[in-house]
């Protein structure tokens, strides 16, 4: 007797590793230099005082909008939306005066004590509606203006009470950041750098 035939053998399921990983993409404020070094001098201060990594000089930035993980291929729909953000305010002023932790979070942070410019916010908001059709994994969260100074602090650790600074600059542009893996830890690559408008001013 024949043997009955075999049956097709499936197709291998697609390997989710296939294909390059989506990357964190976010808009931010660069501080200037000067202000930039004094905050890493600090962030070097504070694992004696709660534990935890200090960022690096390099990686200090002020998210703006923060996107999450993206495939390259949005990544112009990204740069048409700064580009139409420019024009949503002028250059403003920037104040960093003080440190917190927000709850549950192992980050500590340089923050405004007292409400930022205008500017900042509508910044903020013309990001948002400009990014709306990107299909981010998860819905963007509020927007609390801070530099990450300390990441990975001690659980039951508080960020100190004492105010610093105060740490000033002219935010008169923003960019686009994509982080990527390297040998020495993740790295921010730029992807677009935008002008505020000097006529909103």
């Given amino acids: 007797a024949r043997r009955a035939p075999r049956p097709a053998a499936r197709a291998p399921a697609p390997d989710a590793s296939d294909g390059p990983r989506p990357r964190n993409h976010f808009f931010a404020l660069l501080p200037p230099a000067p202000v930039r070094d004094a905050l890493a001098a600090l962030a070097r201060t504070l694992p004696d005082v709660v534990g935890g990594r200090a960022e690096p000089a390099r990686r200090l930035h002020m998210t703006l909008l923060f ?6 291929g949005h990544e112009a729909a990204l740069r048409a939306a700064g580009e139409a953000a420019r024009a949503a305010t002028g250059p403003f002023a920037v104040e960093l005066d003080h440190l917190g932790r927000f709850a549950r979070s192992d980050v500590v942070w340089a923050g405004p004590s ?6 900042l ?7 948002r509606r400009a990014c709306a059709g990107v299909p981010t994994a998860r819905p963007l969260g509020p927007f609390s203006p801070h530099v990450t100074l300390l990441r ?50």
């Fill in 67 to 72: 996107l999450g993980p993206l495939q390259a």
């Fill in 152 to 201: 990975n602090a001690a659980r039951d650790a508080e960020a100190p009470a004492d105010p610093v600074g105060p740490w000033r600059w002219t935010a008169d542009r923003f960019v686009l950041m994509r982080t990527d893996p390297s040998d020495d830890g993740r790295v921010y690559t730029p992807l677009g750098e935008w002008r505020l408008r000097e006529d909103r001013a």
């Fill in 121 to 127: 916010g509508a910044l903020h908001a013309a990001l």
């Fill in 114 to 119: 007292a409400p930022p410019e205008r500017g």
